[in-house]
């Protein structure tokens, strides 16, 4: 069970809109539509921004969204702003009532 | 609104047991559906999936801590526990716990951290 592949960062501009990827294999973000994504500021405990690969739970802006193509799955941010700055995981259910996350990915909003 | 809060032993020489526990408060750990998780983050580093355990009782670990992990469930305490035996530096981290709705983790603890040094 490996980790799942992100950048190590991305950034962009207020207003922009920015895409992290999160590679995997047929045994995990391929094989399952179980994708899910955190963002976790510093010192601070993740917080669910996505699951099921595009749902959002209640309270999450619609600025943030989820897709998957294959072994990839990916969260785009539209409209940055300020407080999206932040680590971003995602999260793939790997079979065998097992997890595996991504290695994390630093969103600089310049 | 559902609330989870870990606790436990700091420090952990080599070789010992690391336990923590999760009060859950604000909802029912017995409420069909869900899963209790430990997630844990190494000083610098990514998260790590532990183990979860199910509403049934059932425990599921990450393969690549199987053989050292327990989590077990106390329901008249409304409270879940982790145990790492023979523990070393490397699990020095963050730890988490986490309820899981189906297949991602919705709530989630403020994290503890606990150091592995003699």
């Known amino acids: 069970q490996s980790a799942l592949t992100q950048p190590r960062s991305v950034s962009g501009s207020p207003g922009q809109s920015v895409t992290i990827s999160c590679t995997g294999t047929s045994s995990d973000v391929g094989g399952y539509n179980y994708v899910s994504w955190y963002q976790q500021h510093p010192g601070k405990a993740p917080k669910l921004m996505i699951y099921d690969v595009s749902k959002r739970p209640s309270g999450v802006p619609d600025r943030f969204s989820g897709s998957k193509s294959g072994n990839t799955a990916s969260l785009t941010i539209s409209g940055l702003q300020a407080e999206d700055e932040a680590d971003y995981y995602c999260c793939s259910y790997a079979g065998s009532y097992t997890f595996v996350f991504g290695g994390g990915t630093k969103l600089t909003v310049l | ?118």
């Open chain 2, 1 to 118: 609104q559902l609330q989870l809060q870990e606790s436990g032993s700091g420090l952990v020489k080599p070789s010992q047991t690391l336990s923590l526990t999760c009060a859950v408060s604000g909802g029912s750990i017995s409420s069909g559906g869900y899963s209790w998780s430990w997630i844990r983050q190494p000083p610098g580093k990514g998260l790590e999936w532990i183990g979860y355990i199910y509403h049934s009782g059932s425990t599921y670990y990450n393969p690549s801590l199987k053989s050292r992990v327990t989590i077990s469930v106390d329901r008249s305490k409304n409270q879940f526990s982790l145990k790492l035996s023979s523990v070393t530096a490397a699990d020095t981290a963050v730890y988490y716990c986490a309820r899981a709705a189906f297949w991602s983790m919705d709530v989630w603890g403020q994290g503890t951290t606990v150091t592995v040094s003699s």
